[in-house]
């Protein structure tokens, strides 16, 4: 039981069983692209931190513009 606001109390729900999803269930696997972006991401924030210790303060913004590949859209 969880209380509310008002100070009343809810009591769980037992007309639908816990959900548990399967053990098996995982993330679908990234492509390609996916992982080409995070790599780029993950280089942003190393070059990011290497500037903040050299006392070089730099917009986040910026590395973005200048190594991050915009992604394609499909119309």
């Not at 037992?14 to 548990?20: E, G, Q």
């Not at 679908?28 to 006392?55: F, G, H, S, Y």
Request: charged fraction near 35%.
């Amino acid at each position: 039981m969880v209380p509310e606001e008002g100070g009343d109390t809810i009591e769980k729900d037992t007309r639908l069983p816990d959900f548990k999803p399967p053990s098996d269930l995982s993330l679908p696997p990234r492509t390609m692209q996916e992982e080409l972006r995070q790599e780029q991401i993950n280089e942003i924030v190393a070059i990011k931190d290497r500037l903040a210790r050299d006392n070089c303060e730099l917009s986040i913004k910026t590395l973005q513009k200048a190594i991050l590949m915009p992604e394609d859209f499909e119309y």
